[in-house]
């Protein structure tokens, strides 16, 4: 399991650092554009033309879907390495030997990234089926 742990710290590590400088920037960004457009902005001008989402109608998020279906995903995983583990090594539980440790963590580790993406792959589709429904 340990050949999972190293990757993930340093993601999160990379993921936290790269999301905190892009708010910065972000916030940068927009200030420079308020700034050059506040002098020429006329609000007569924008009237009817400026829509705003939160004005018009509800926009629905599936980022909880998303992380639900992947955990789902991600747990099936570890539920049917464990089973394929003790059913096909013998003495599982008890067995310390490293090529059976190594076939264990290999038979994780794929399972764990197909139910993973089997996760994903249904919040898409799940997605997909209620935009289509919504026009």
Known sequence: M??????????IVFASIYSLF???VRRRERMAIIEKLGDKLDPASMEG???LNLISGRRFSFGALKV???MIGIGLGFLIGFMICSACIPNYCENTHYCS???AGIIYG???FVFGGIGLLAAFLTELKYANKAK
């Open 22 to 24: 892009e708010l910065f």
């Open 2 to 11: 340990n050949f999972i742990v190293t990757p993930l710290v340093t993601f």
């Open 110 to 112: 794929a399972c764990l």
């Open 49 to 51: 033309k400026l829509n």
């Open 68 to 70: 639900g279906c992947l």
């Open 101 to 103: 440790r190594e076939i």
